[in-house]
């Protein structure tokens, strides 16, 4: 009796301890930023105003590692998914790969996705929606040299590539979002880190996966330009006032 009380007692120990595990506020943060580009506005990394149609918007994917040691034990291992713009809304554009950012360049399974129009608006995004292992996402996977890539604090973010996002049509004040949406598959984990110094791997849809964003875009012609539309407004009044 006193025996299995102890088992028991051992028992609810390692139950306790697990979910202590489990439940740590660790995870991992997919952040898809807006950083410049040409006819772009950046007002901050998830707001951009475009001014033409034409106007490209150039792209980082990060990856933040937030452990719950506060310990610089943090890393990233590899990761991906798709880029895609919203069907809604008038502003319109197509999706380019870019480049992986070292030390995210690794032989075996890294690679820069492929532009293709998930959501059927005719106008591309990049990457896919398939489960199956060779399907065109960004993926992200470390070199190995160290591996995983640890950041130097607690809770390190990682540049993992870059995109462009070249605007296609835009009416004044259209809007559109681009959201990073983390590769999820069936028969193993795409993503994995390391979370205060233990390895940790989830599938796309995990809780413990989130995104920031997403960025919003909006087509705000510059006032030079506004004022030239002004002034040929004015001019074509006048003209037909003397006609
Ligand atoms: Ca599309
Ligand atoms: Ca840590």
Redesign the pocket.
Known sequence: MKTSRTLLTIAAVGVAVACLVGSANGGLIYDLRAVGGTNVTVVDSHTVNVTAVGAVVNLQLWATVTGADNVANDGFISGGGSI??A?TGLLKGNMSAGTNVEPFINAIGDQVGTPV?????????LGSTSNTASAPYFMAVSDGSPTPAYGTVANPSFMLGTFTYTVAAGPQNSTTTLTFAPRIKKTSSPHQVMMDGGLVSYNGNDAAVSVSGPINLSMVPEPATMALLGLGGLGMLLRRRRA
Do not use: E, M, Q, V
Not at 117 to 125: E, I, P, R
């Open positions: 895609i713009g069907s129009d998930l959501n059927s608006d005719g106008y591309l995004d």
